[in-house]
């Protein structure tokens, strides 16, 4: 785990706890919640950690080994993909729920990072990943992939949105749709019905984001 590798990254260079918090600028009990993994680092904070120590995130987080011999699997001459500015990649937030990705939250309530390639510091402050629970949009969407959000207020139709409803613990990842005066929210599962919104329900019901991009479990 997380906490595991930074432990371990940390004596390996003879270092106190308190060392590396003097180093990295926080206090010796944070250091010592990472290391047990009562708290994990926000994006910002892993890629510095990460660079303090002079590996990649994904070696940080155990994602890929150190050192190890590249393949054909793993070597990006070998995939026909370029490597791209280390600068741009951003370690994005997962969320077990719809509604924890927005508004205050915890850092309990992350479930882990997903590194993504995103334009600037500001879109990657405006995007988030959820992980899918339900079959609702199924084939497209299943149980536990990934869904990566741009959170707005405005889609075009036909767009996967993420929708709140007000006084709901959770929310929706839905095709939506929008005619003067009604917001109609779709499954691509034809095992349930549209979710119509119109009238006074419309004040109900808050747009939060778009999905993006879907990255599929394995």
């Given at each position: 785990?997380?906490g595991?590798?930074?432990?371990?990254?940390?004596?390996?260079?003879n270092?106190?706890?308190?060392?590396?918090?003097?180093?990295?600028?926080?206090?010796?009990?944070?250091?010592?919640?990472?290391?047990?993994?009562?708290?994990?680092p926000?994006?910002?904070?892993l890629?510095?950690?990460?660079?303090?120590?002079?590996?990649?995130?994904?070696?940080?987080?155990?994602?890929?080994?150190?050192?190890?011999?590249?393949?054909?699997?793993?070597?990006?001459?070998?995939?026909?993909?370029?490597?791209?500015?280390?600068?741009?990649?951003?370690m994005?937030?997962?969320?077990?729920?719809?509604?924890?990705?927005?508004?205050?939250?915890?850092?309990?309530?992350?479930?882990?990072?997903?590194?993504?390639?995103?334009?600037?510091?500001?879109?990657?402050?405006?995007?988030?990943?959820?992980?899918?629970?339900?079959?609702?949009?199924?084939?497209?969407?299943?149980?536990?992939?990934?869904?990566?959000?741009?959170?707005?207020?405005?889609?075009?139709?036909?767009?996967?949105?993420?929708?709140?409803?007000?006084?709901?613990?959770?929310?929706?990842?839905?095709?939506?749709f929008?005619?003067?005066?009604?917001?109609?929210?779709?499954?691509?599962?034809?095992?349930?019905?549209?979710?119509?919104?119109?009238?006074?329900?419309?004040?109900?019901?808050?747009?939060?984001?778009?999905?993006k991009?879907?990255?599929?479990s394995?």
């Amino acid at each position: 785990m997380l906490g595991d590798n930074i432990k371990a990254l940390r004596t390996n260079k003879n270092m106190y706890q308190q060392d590396l918090a003097d180093d990295l600028s926080v206090s010796k009990s944070t250091i010592a919640m990472w290391e047990t993994n009562k708290r994990i680092p926000d994006a910002t904070t892993l890629l510095k950690i990460a660079n303090y120590f002079n590996i990649s995130v994904d070696e940080l987080l155990g994602n890929t080994l150190p050192n190890s011999e590249p393949s054909l699997t793993t070597s990006p001459e070998y995939r026909g993909f370029n490597i791209l500015d280390k600068e741009n990649i951003y370690m994005i937030p997962i969320f077990r729920t719809v509604s924890a990705g927005f508004g205050a939250y915890a850092d309990d309530q992350i479930c882990g990072y997903e590194p993504l390639y995103l334009e600037s510091q500001r879109e990657a402050e405006e995007t988030l990943a959820i992980a899918v629970k339900g079959d609702s949009m199924y084939p497209k969407i299943e149980e536990d992939d990934l869904v990566v959000v741009h959170k707005q207020d405005y889609f075009e139709n036909g767009d996967i949105v993420v929708a709140v409803v007000c006084g709901e613990n959770d929310g929706f990842v839905k095709r939506a749709f929008q005619t003067e005066g009604k917001l109609t929210l779709e499954s691509i599962n034809p095992s349930y019905p549209p979710m119509v919104f119109s009238g006074s329900k419309l004040d109900d019901i808050k747009i939060m984001g778009v999905v993006k991009k879907i990255i599929k479990s394995v």
